[in-house]
């Protein structure tokens, strides 16, 4: 059964720092393709970064270039976003989702943890 437990938001200033875990069940991190979104009020919900099943490769969106790493420990089956540099409109509630490769079942399926929120203010 597959499960995604997002944790690590919270209130930040601006300039600070967060890192955000999801924690994954009944899978492993390392062979899906896991992304972190986000959703701000009155948004639509936006891809932030993603990395590969595969080599690990990483993509990030514009927004968050130099400032956002996202990264995966196998030994703890997490997926981590690093957020530094925290500005007032990456205020939003942050998403993991895990996609299983072609080569895999389930191929085609996206599974959502609930969220967890991050507000930068001063």
């Known amino acids: 059964q597959v499960q995604l437990v997002e944790s690590g938001g919270g209130l930040v200033q601006p300039g600070g720092s967060l890192r955000l875990s999801c924690a994954a069940s009944?899978?492993?991190?390392?062979?899906?393709?896991m992304s972190w979104y986000r959703q701000a009020p009155g948004k639509e919900r936006e891809l932030v970064a993603v990395?590969?099943?595969?080599?690990?490769?990483?993509n990030y969106a514009d927004f968050v270039k130099g400032r956002f790493t996202i990264s995966r420990d196998n030994a703890k089956n997490t997926l981590y976003l690093q957020m530094n540099s925290l500005k007032l409109e990456d205020t939003a509630v942050y998403y993991c989702k895990a996609s299983p490769p072609p080569w895999l079942p389930h191929y085609g399926m996206n599974y959502w943890g609930k969220g967890t929120l991050v507000t930068v203010s001063s």
């Open positions: 009944g899978f492993t991190v390392i062979r899906y393709a």
């Open positions: 990395i590969t099943s595969d080599d690990g490769t990483t």
